[in-house]
């Protein structure tokens, strides 16, 4: 027992370190004085301070937030259209079409979503001229279909447990389908919704490669604009910025789960 | 005048599957009446019928002289308390106890005088901002009934109402919702596979087998008088006796065969007809020595129970046929009969049923 649980406890503190170690390091070294990222060459706040002068790295963190929060949120509502069809609708005709459909994205390489969502909208232009070139708008719409099977993956798996009793309690007690929708099943799915919109979030916010496939000028958003900037080399104002974005995720993630958590402890029986 | 619940020719189907078979039933208004049937025999599907949940596949449901025929359950004067409560885990006590009167467009004082006399009733008053996790089950059961009582419906439906409490606060539990069902004054239907608490509860019980309903009746009618052996097998315990009618006198019949037991009855048996009759245990009287009593047969003690208060035996007679009974204890000089001892049992022809298949 002792030495099983040895052996647990070591190989468990290997996969941590593979998984974290690489991030620890980079942590420490967007605290190094010196310009190149692998010599340590003292502690300093300098890239950091370099950051906020940055306005090109600063208008991409913005142009990625924008797209991120619209892109999960569009992706959300229509996961969870997708997750009530699927868990509603029963048998419905062309129901196995249609969650092929749904999930292919999830196993779908990247780079062909990219390519197939370029040349719809090339296509889509060239048709009615609408979307007029590539932007964040483009961009919006690709990370939001993508995001939206992710999503409905997470809330149909909340309404598969979600009890339909009380659905027929509230139409007894004289609700009407809409509004039962919004005083029931949504404050009851809620916790899967606000997963599901942080899942589609950070999937949106650190996308390259479909990005990259359907970003137009002056949408360069952060993954585009650090992925650029590495191949010129790194500097230590990148390993400043990537540590900021792990602490927003981590903030974001963290606290999701706790809100979550505590949710679900307040839900469960006695 | 019309019954207050009147159900003709209801069927309902699901795909093949027939759950509800051509049933009709009259409930009076006031009435606390208990469908009793084991699970899957189509209890459950009639009250949701009844609800506005499912639409019937063929026959007409009634309710308060009014065809039921496309009316949505919100607008049927009748409300559901679920099996699990359903009760809606983000709101407090006073949220779901007022959620129907709000839809119903009562709001601020009026609102919270009306949810306050109901938690009142329930005796849950102080519990109001109570989430529902954080109430016991039987708690949580009483704001189930507040809530499904809050709109004033003329017909409540109870799906297993109690199934989800424990034995001693379901026994406290029952006489409460008797009492409640008693000052409201409205007509309870509840579905249950719990005999003791139909009897407990019900003034009328459907015995429901197969979609149908086998007999409608009193609790002591159903219990003493069974039409069938369905109905005499499902509610307690009971020994079955089949036989050829050997004898037939203005008042009853007696069985052929080395079982001459007399019966009571003024259906029209003939004599040479099957027949088949049922005793109740506690209707057997079991001693060691013969007497003069009526239908008194000798047995031989395959089995017993003791059980504090009374002590059930199962005897068999020479020719094979097995009596249950109970003898309950009271002081006496003779000492009970054990395993394998001889005795002879005797029991009142009045008591013997005799059965209609």
């Not at chain 1, 419905?92 to 459909?101: Q, V, Y």
């Not at chain 2, 009562?106 to 989430?131: C, F, I, P, T, Y």
């Not at chain 2, 029952?174 to 409201?184: A, G, M, T, Y």
């Not at chain 2, 009969?337 to 005795?343: A, I, N, P, V």
Request: aromatic share 8%; net charge neutral; with cysteine.
């Amino acid at each position: 027992m002792g030495r099983m649980n040895g052996l647990v406890l070591s190989l468990g503190a290997l996969g941590f370190g593979i998984l974290y170690l690489p991030i620890i390091v980079m942590i420490i070294y967007s605290f190094n004085a010196g310009k190149l990222v692998s010599v340590w060459s003292g502690a300093s706040l300098k890239w950091y301070a370099s950051l906020l002068e940055n306005d090109q790295l600063l208008s991409a963190f913005g142009t990625s937030l924008l797209i991120a929060i619209w892109a999960a949120t569009i992706a959300t509502v229509f996961g969870i259209c997708i997750a009530i069809a699927f868990v509603r609708f029963g048998n419905f005709r062309s129901r196995l079409a249609l969650s092929a459909i749904a999930s292919a994205p999830l196993v779908m390489p990247e780079i062909v979503t990219g390519l197939s969502m370029l040349l719809l909208f090339i296509s889509m232009e060239s048709l009615f001229g609408w979307p007029a070139g590539r932007g964040v708008d483009t961009i919006i719409i690709a990370h939001a279909t993508f995001g939206m099977c992710f999503a409905a993956v997470v809330v149909q798996a909340r309404l598969r447990d979600f009890d339909m009793a009380i659905e027929e309690a509230a139409a007894d007690l004289g609700a009407t389908q809409p509004f039962i929708f919004l005083s029931i099943t949504l404050p009851v799915i809620a916790p899967a919704v606000v997963a599901a919109w942080l899942l589609a979030f950070t999937l949106s916010f650190d996308d390259l490669v479909i990005a990259s496939f359907v970003s137009g000028p002056g949408s360069s958003t952060l993954p585009i604009l650090v992925f650029s900037k590495v191949r010129l080399g790194v500097t230590p104002e990148i390993n400043a910025l990537a540590t900021v974005m792990i602490l927003v995720v981590a903030v974001a993630v963290i606290g999701a789960s706790w809100v979550l958590r505590r949710r679900l402890a307040a839900r469960s029986p006695d | 005048m019309a019954p207050f619940i009147r159900l003709k020719f209801v069927s309902k189907s699901f795909a093949d599957v027939v759950a509800v078979d051509n049933l009709s039933l009259d409930i009076e208004k006031g009435e606390l009446f208990c469908l009793l049937g084991a699970s899957g025999c189509g209890k459950s599907t009639l009250l949701r019928l009844l609800a506005g949940f499912e639409s019937p596949t063929k026959g007409t449901i009634e309710i308060d002289g009014h065809d039921m025929a496309g009316v949505a359950p919100a607008d049927r004067p009748v409300n559901f308390m679920f099996q699990n409560y359903a009760l809606f885990p983000h709101m407090s006590v006073a949220g779901n106890v007022g959620y129907g009167l709000r839809r119903a467009g009562v709001r601020g004082d009026a609102l919270d005088e009306r949810v306050n006399a109901l938690l009142k009733l329930v005796r849950l008053q102080n519990l109001g901002s109570r989430k529902p996790h954080q109430l016991s089950g039987g708690q949580r059961q009483r704001v189930a009934l507040a809530r499904a009582l809050a709109r004033r419906p003329k017909l409540l439906l109870l799906d297993e109402p109690l199934a989800a409490l424990d034995k001693k606060l379901r026994e406290d539990t029952q006489f409460e919702l008797v009492d409640i069902q008693e000052k409201l004054d409205t007509t309870f239907i509840v579905v249950t596979h719990d005999q003791e608490e139909a009897m407990t509860l019900a003034g009328r019980i459907g015995i429901m087998d197969a979609g149908q309903l086998v007999q409608v009746d009193e609790p002591r009618k159903l219990y003493e008088r069974p039409k069938n052996s369905f109905v005499a097998d499902f509610l307690g315990t009971i020994s079955f006796v089949d036989g050829v009618v050997g004898q037939r006198d203005k008042t009853g019949i007696a069985l052929d065969g080395d079982l001459k037991i007399r019966a009571i009855t003024n259906l029209d048996l003939a004599v040479g007809k099957a027949v088949r009759l049922a005793i109740r245990p506690e209707k057997i009287c079991l001693s060691r020595t013969a007497s003069t009593a009526p239908n008194q047969i000798e047995v031989v003690v395959e089995d017993l129970a003791y059980l504090g208060f009374a002590t059930n035996y199962r005897v068999k007679t020479p020719s094979g046929q097995m009596f249950k009974l109970q003898q309950q204890q009271r002081r006496s000089n003779e000492t009970p009969l054990s395993w394998g001892e001889t005795g002879y049992v005797h029991f009142d022809p009045q008591d013997v049923i005799v059965l209609e298949d």
